[in-house]
């Protein structure tokens, strides 16, 4: 991260960063490090100037963030990522009514805005789970966060929910995420039909794919 790292608002990104590293290496658990980054978090939400560094940054074609760098969501970019796993630090935008799907996470979550109001829903899925393909879920909770308003997300089936902009501006999302479980996907539910779709990471999944092909190559190669 310091070689791609340059310029002022990057400096005092990643200086805080690393003190956040050096804070969260001997806390334990999962729910006292999200209790550091609800105490941390606002903060930096309310550096607007910062924001408003890394914005002009992007259109500037500086460096960091890195625009290729690969992610789930296309309104993401990756801000940091601690060298020992420990957590991640990212941005998202949203424009006028944008919303992700309504998705799980592999990693507990701290998010708030920036810039602009944040929309949180959450569900609770009803069925046992037994089905991987598809899924019964229920609305549990709307709210819409303030700028320098906190919200946290839970792993797996306990944080089911989608985020997004519910007005005609733009939203800013800035979420710390902890060190994620071993599963190498996240699940996307779509609320007309009850289906669920894996995704994996675009590196991840063009393995999978290499490996298919290869195995069906493999599998028709004539014999001698």
């Known amino acids: 991260m310091d070689a791609i790292m340059s310029g002022p608002y990057q ?20 729910e006292d490090r ?3 980054f609800r105490d941390e978090l606002p903060a930096l939400l309310a550096n607007r100037t910062l924001f408003e560094g890394i914005l002009s940054g992007i259109l500037s074609g500086a460096p960091h963030p890195d625009l290729r760098q690969e992610t789930l969501f296309d309104n993401e970019l990756v801000l940091f990522r601690d060298p020992g796993r420990l957590f991640s630090l990212r941005l998202y935008i949203f424009g006028p009514g944008e919303h992700t799907s309504v ?14 109001q944040l929309e949180v829903v959450r569900y609770h899925r009803e069925d046992d789970g ?30 089911i929910h989608r985020t997004g902009n519910p007005t005609e501006g733009t939203t800013l999302m800035v979420s710390v995420y902890g060190t994620p479980l071993r599963r190498l996907y996240i699940q996307r539910f779509n609320l007309e039909n009850g289906s669920v779709h894996r995704v994996f990471t675009p590196r ?15 599998t028709t190669r004539p014999s001698n």
């Open 130 to 159: 037994s089905d991987p393909e598809h899924a019964q879920l229920a609305l549990t909770e709307r709210r819409v966060l303030r700028p320098g308003e906190i919200e946290t997300t839970l792993p797996l089936h306990q944080g």
């Open 103 to 116: 998705h799980d996470h592999t990693s507990w979550g701290v998010s708030g805005s920036a810039f602009g």
């Open 11 to 30: 400096e005092e990104l990643l200086g805080g960063c690393r003190k956040w590293t050096e804070a969260v290496k001997p806390i334990d658990g999962s």
């Open 34 to 36: 999200m209790a550091f």
């Open 204 to 218: 991840f999944k063009k393995k999978m794919l290499a490996e298919q092909a290869l195995t069906a190559m493999e």
